[in-house]
């Protein structure tokens, strides 16, 4: 009898965290020429912590996360000496949480987001 409780408290829960709207935010990495911009980018939350990825933008990345209390973070650093700006946005149930840029390969720009 145990153990029916316990699958059906699972079951339960996850029907809740499925309906709990999209478990992903997105990365969006570009610039406003749409050049191929040359990038290295780490994201984290409580999913997932990954870090070393190279790719040119633009480029969009989603990123498990827990609808409730996760912490997103993402930064991103240009790996070209060029004057070409690069934008990072970070999105959330399709609204805009976070928004940073840099031109410099010694600066690197940061986002972050708190799911309430």
Do not use: H, R
């Not at 994201?43 to 827990?66: C, H, L, R």
């Not at 609808?67 to 000496?81: E, I, M, N, R, Y």
């Amino acid at each position: 009898m145990k153990n029916i409780f316990l699958i059906a408290l699972a079951v339960v829960s996850f029907g809740f965290m499925a309906c709990s709207g999209p478990n992903f935010a997105t990365i969006k990495i570009y610039n406003d020429n749409d050049l191929p911009v040359p990038f290295n980018l780490s994201y984290k939350s409580n999913v997932v912590d990954t870090s070393g990825i190279e790719s040119y933008a633009p480029k969009e990345y989603q990123i498990d996360v827990y609808p409730k209390g996760d912490k997103v973070s993402a930064t991103v650093w240009k790996t070209s000496l060029d004057q070409n700006e690069l934008k990072i946005e970070l999105y959330y149930n399709g609204k805009l949480q976070d928004m940073e840029k840099t031109s410099s390969i010694l600066l690197p720009a940061y986002v972050e987001f708190t799911i309430e």
